[in-house]
């Protein structure tokens, strides 16, 4: 069974740093785009930035120069580096993996659980 196991949120002032973590687990083959997004109260899901096999990555405009993704193709993970938090940076942050082919039917879409970034003083 494929699962995405993300990690590394919580609780951190304004201007301070989390990375976070999200591996793909189970047998599989192959995975395509891989991605984060983030929900704020009261708000739609968002994509955060995006990167492909082959590590071009897509970044939201707005959080250029703060945040990095980058993927680890070897371990099937992805990461995401956040620097100079603000308080809006504040939701459930959720790990997104594309065309991932496990060998039993067709390439599938799969989803995280989220984890919670919280920025606060």
């Known amino acids: 069974q494929v699962r995405l196991v993300e990690s590394g949120g919580g609780l951190v002032q304004p201007g301070g740093s989390l990375t976070l973590s999200c591996s793909v687990s189970?047998?599989?083959?192959?995975?395509?785009?891989m991605a984060w997004y983030r929900q704020a109260p009261g708000k739609e899901r968002e994509l955060v930035a995006d990167?492909?096999?082959?590590?071009?990555?897509v970044l939201k405009d707005s959080l250029k120069g703060r945040f990095t993704i980058s993927r680890d193709n070897a371990k099937n993970t992805i990461y995401l580096q956040m620097n100079s938090l603000k308080l809006d940076d504040t939701g459930v942050y959720y790990c997104n993996a594309l065309q991932v082919l496990t060998g039993e039917g067709p390439p599938f879409e799969y989803w995280g659980q989220g984890t919670q970034v919280t920025v606060s003083s």
């Open positions: 990167i492909s096999k082959n590590g071009r990555d």
């Open positions: 189970g047998k599989i083959f192959s995975v395509g785009t």
